[in-house]
């Protein structure tokens, strides 16, 4: 109704993060996996079922809302207070965009390795939370879902560019009921 995706898509965020705080016992940690997969899964279902795509415009076509700081210091990215505010002329991760970034990047890497789009997103948005309920601490969980550490995706990350936006969204063929089967 009156063009307002974000009616619909915020109530798919909030949800999406009782499902992650109910996989992962409250484990909810790190920041950009936490924010970054309910901002992309929201889009996702905005995409498949409004054919609306506001991450891809806050992603490519909208300067400022995301700081590099993604690409040069990600681990600012894992905590609130440390990835909010401005950096120079960007916000730090205005409407999540830092973190749906580094989250489409991990599902990147993942696919470079051999996953399918949809077994990669299973990992990002059902996996991680599933063993980050038994960690005490993410990183080991990340590890463990992931097959690579935390710095190894940050060093990973750091060869990435806004210019990669554009071939990291989702696939508009994905369907969200074949990620979560």
Wanted: glycine residues 6%; neutral net charge.
């Amino acid at each position: 109704k009156y063009r307002d995706l974000h009616r619909y898509s915020v109530i798919i965020h909030e949800y999406f993060h009782l499902y992650q705080s109910g996989l992962s016992d409250d484990n909810m940690q790190p920041k950009w996996l936490v924010e970054g997969g309910a901002r992309v899964l929201e889009d996702m279902v905005t995409l498949q079922y409004y054919g609306g795509n506001a991450l891809k415009g806050d992603l490519v076509e909208r300067v400022g809302l995301w700081s590099d700081k993604v690409f040069t210091d990600p681990h600012l990215y894992e905590k609130y207070n440390t990835s909010s505010g401005r950096s120079g002329n960007a916000d730090m991760d205005g409407n999540y965009a830092g973190s749906a970034f580094m989250l489409l990047a991990l599902v990147d890497e993942l696919q470079k390795e051999g996953k399918s789009e949809k077994e990669a997103f299973r990992l990002v948005f059902k996996e991680f939370w599933v063993a980050n309920r038994s960690k005490s601490d993410w990183k080991a969980a990340f590890a463990e879902t992931f097959e690579m550490s935390v710095d190894d995706f940050y060093t990973k990350l750091s060869s990435y560019s806004r210019r990669d936006s554009r071939k990291i969204l989702p696939s508009r063929s994905l369907k969200i009921q074949d990620i979560f089967k």
